[in-house]
Structure formats: C-alpha cells, structure tokens
C-alpha cells in the first residue's frame, strides 16, 4: 500500500516537472514571436499614441527591470523617467485652475437665444442691452459668440418676418381658405371647400361638389359672408392659394366687403399652414377611416365632424379647448364622465354630467 502511495507521488512529481520544463521552452518562444512582432510595429509606426495608462505601466514596469534592459521599450529611458517625474507630480500637486474665460452660464446662453428668436431684428449688442437691463452683465463679444455658435447671424440682417410670425401678428384679422378632395367608392372625386378662422381656429365647410367651377366658388363666398353677418367686419384679409378656381369674381366678393386677397407664392403650402393643418387633421380623422358614397353622404359626414372640430375637439394652440367652448359650469364632486359617439362611433366626444 505504501509503495503504491509514494509510486504515485513520484509519478505526479515527474509529471509537473514535465509540464514546467515544456511550458518554459512554449514561454522563450512566446517571448521570441512578440519580440518580432514589436519589430514590425516599430517600422510601421514612428511614434505611437499612448493612453495615461499605457504610460502608467510602462513607467511602473521600468522600475522593475533591470537598466540594461531597458531596450526592449520602444520609448526612451529618459521618456519614462519623465513619466515617472510627473505621476510624482501629480500625486503631491494640487491640480490647477483651468486657463482661459469660465465657462457661459447655460441659463444666460438659453435666454440669448430666446431672445435671438423672439426678435429676429435684433443684433447681438441689442440682445447684450437687453440682458443688462435684466441684470446679466455679459459682453457683446459673448452674445456674439453664442449666436455664432448656435448658427444664428449675431448681425441684424435676419429682418423680415416669416409667414408663422405675420400670421401670428394678423391672425385676428385673417381669414384662410383652401379646397381638399375625397375619393369615393364608385373613384368619383369630390373638392370641398372650407375656411378657417385664424384666430379661433374655427372650421367652415361651404360646400361640396364635383365640379367646382369659378361661379360655384363665388357664390359659397357671398354664402359665407352672410353666415358671418357682423363677424365679418373684423376680417381684413383672406390668404388663399394660386388656384384657378379662385377667379377675380371670388376676389371682387371680399374686396367689396373691404377685406383684401392675401396670394401665398407659389409651391409654398407652409405660407397657408393652418388650413394644411386642418386638411391634415380631417383626413386622419375622419374621411380616411370611411367610405363615402357621395356628394351628399360627403356633406353630411363633414357637417357632423366639423361640428365636433369647432364644439368639442381640444386645440393645442387654445390651451386645449374648442374654438367654440361649452360655457356650462359642472361641479366635479358630483358629475361623472359620458361618452357620446360620433360619425357612428367614430370619434368619441366625452362631457360631465350630474
């Protein structure tokens, strides 16, 4: 039993001795292959790019080696030396201020642009007054150089106003129009015409039909003002397009109510943004989730969600009411919410009730 125990003693003993002896001559050569490798590299590139830590360890690692074989860095001894006297330096140094100006305030960058937005004629020294006068001492130079850098001209040469600032200016004033069609089952197209009221954003569908020629479009117009009545003394301008249906009669309808045609350029649809908008929002919610049989079908379907538009639908740009909103005061303690379906479930209107 015990020649057994010690035979395999030795036998394990003979084995690790082996396996050293084969790993040390595997490790020459190891060291061989990666020592010509360097070589290469050397020739390839001149001076290499060495990260804070890859100085680190070769500085670390110099301390560890012998000075005669210092030849096997690709840097020079006096590099590592030199590296080694600035981790020194940085262990027992306070680090420095950074050189230069401090950085801008992002609170001031943010109102030098909003400044720089709301007043597309102002230059930077203007914007710079204006900061003095809220109390932010800043320079012009940096106003400019925020401007610069935001890719907005620091000089006032960005005058003129765009179409979404004049018809911001106006919108109590404008009333826009435009035609959009619908497709039927039977591939018959059918125009529409509608205005809008910028101001209030409120939707008027005047009529539908297959064929809108330059006298049926004038006379929807002469229906229009009647509608309005005293409303139409408010408007000062309509803002249509270069259709050719909008003939000089449709012209001369408002111009003898003393409202002038404002002409937006041509292949511009963003200068008469708010009835796209309303174009936009009438086919994703309404005539492109339905099936229109006909011109009447059409104008009943449309007189139905223009109602809900103007009544019930909230806008963004009213703070989330209708063009038309409900004046009735609900106590909440006691209401509960009611849906009443639209277009035959369609569009869901939601209100309280007690």
């Not at 003993?13 to 490790?27: H, I, P, S, Y």
């Not at 397009?241 to 111009?255: C, E, G, I, M």
């Not at 449309?302 to 038309?324: A, C, F, I, K």
Request: with cysteine.
């Amino acid at each position: 039993m015990s020649a057994s125990l010690v035979y395999l003693l030795l036998r394990q003993v003979l084995q690790m001795l082996t396996q050293l002896a084969r790993d040390g001559g595997a490790k020459d050569v190891e060291i061989l292959v990666l020592r010509h490798q360097v070589a290469v590299l050397r020739r390839q590139v001149n001076r290499p790019k060495l990260q804070p830590a890859d100085r680190l360890v070769l500085a670390v690692l110099s301390r560890l080696l012998p000075r005669p074989r210092w030849s096997v860095f690709f840097v020079t001894p006096a590099t590592l030396l030199r590296w080694h006297r600035e981790l020194v330096a940085r262990r027992w140094t306070y680090p420095h201020a950074r050189p230069g100006r401090p950085p801008i305030d992002k609170q001031v960058r943010d109102l030098v642009l909003r400044l720089a937005a709301e007043n597309p004629t102002w230059g930077h020294r203007r914007i710079q007054g204006e900061l003095v006068g809220l109390g932010y001492r800043v320079a012009a130079s940096t106003v400019w150089k925020i401007l610069h850098n935001a890719s907005i001209d620091p000089a006032p040469r960005r005058s003129g106003q765009t179409w979404k600032q004049f018809l911001a200016a106006q919108a109590h004033t404008i009333l826009a129009c435009d035609f959009f069609t619908v497709d039927t089952v039977f591939l018959k197209r059918i125009y529409v015409l509608f205005f809008v009221e910028i101001a209030t954003r409120q939707v008027y569908v005047v009529g539908a039909t297959a064929h809108p020629s330059g006298a049926w479009v004038a006379q929807q117009a002469r229906n229009l003002l009647m509608h309005l009545d005293q409303r139409a003394v408010g408007l000062r301008f309509l803002l249509r397009d270069r259709d050719t249906k909008f003939t000089a009669v449709f012209d001369a309808v408002f111009a003898a109510e003393g409202i002038d045609v404002i002409k937006t350029p041509p292949r511009a649809p963003r200068a008469n943004s708010f009835a796209e908008r309303w174009v936009g929002t009438v086919r994703r919610e309404c005539t492109d989730r339905m099936l229109i049989v006909g011109e009447r079908h059409l104008t009943t379907v449309l007189g139905e969600y223009t109602r809900h538009y103007n009544d019930h639908r909230p806008h963004r740009s009213l703070d989330q009411r209708p063009p038309n909103p409900s004046p009735h005061v609900v106590d909440l303690n006691g209401a509960r919410v009611q849906r009443q379906p639209i277009l035959g479930g369609l569009i869901n209107e939601y209100s309280q009730a007690a």
